[in-house]
């Protein structure tokens, strides 16, 4: 009965990895397919700002923080999509530094809100200087 179990945890192991091999490859596909689509809506995005902004320059109505707030959305689901298409966790990083810079740009907190933005900011460089591989060393050798 022993052997019976353990034969069948190595056949279940034995199948996860050929699931795995058929999975991957679908979920990298819906993957591509999620960062196709968010391109487009960045695209329509774009052109939406261009048309909304001329008219309310146009109509002397202008609103900047409906601007920023719009420009650094769209600055996030760009990140996001390199993100996706990268899998790295210096991508991960920059779409975290763009949402948190966002949030702390826009929004009208209290002091201590924005300080804690500023010091999360702080802190993503300083993962990103001292534990991000690719970011190792690039400030120290443009200095010499």
Known sequence: MECMNIHSISCLGGSMKHLKEYVLPFVNILEFVIALCLIVGILLS???????????????????????????????????V???????????????????????IISHDDALENLIGVLAVGIIFIIRKYFSKSFQGTEDDQCS
């Open 46 to 80: 774009i052109g939406n700002v261009i048309i909304y902004s001329s008219q309310t320059i146009l109509a002397q109505e202008f609103r900047l923080e409906w601007f920023l707030s719009t420009i650094l959305s769209i600055v996030v689901a760009i990140e996001f």
């Open 82 to 104: 390199k993100m996706l298409l990268l899998h790295t966790p210096e991508s991960v990083l920059e779409v975290v530094l763009y949402a948190v810079a966002r949030q702390v």
